[in-house]
Structure formats: C-alpha cells, structure tokens
C-alpha cells in the first residue's frame, strides 16, 4: 500500500469524506499505514475543522487495531483465536 496522496486531495480542501475514503475496510495489517495517511492528510488543519476531529478520532482507532489486532466471531466460540497483531500475546486480547 502506497502512502502517497491522491493528487486531487492536494488541490482543495479536505473534507470528513476524504478521512472516511482513507478509512475504508481498514485491516490490523494497513492498520499503521492507514494511520499515517489520515495524520498527514489532516496536518496543518485548526483545532476544531470537522475533518481533523474525524481524523483524530479515527487516528486512535486505528493505532488500537493495529497493535492489538481484530477477533474473529465472537468470544464465545472456542477455538476461533484472534487475528495476529503487533501487540504481545494474542490470548491477553479477549
């Protein structure tokens, strides 16, 4: 995955639509890159811009799942293990 810009996002102003396409399906594994691209698409926006609260809050969301990574199905099912992240001990996640 590239961090590089779409080159029409540099040519106006950033809007919430345009942290929500980054967003997408993000996945713990493009979690961090995922990241990385809302912060710096965000950079530089005031305090308060609708797009930078988006970002941030999202920023946050992202930096969790990548380090803690997802659960697949839901805790009551045995033998369904987390997904692997970047964090320690998948067991400790549940």
Sequence with gaps: MSEAEHPQRR???VTVDDVRHLMGASTPHFALQIRNRIAKLIR???EGH???IEGEREINRLTALGYTGEVRGTPHEDGIAPLPSLGGDATLRR
């Design 11 to 13: 040519e106006r102003d």
């Design 44 to 46: 530089g926006l005031p």
């Design 50 to 52: 609708p797009a930078r």
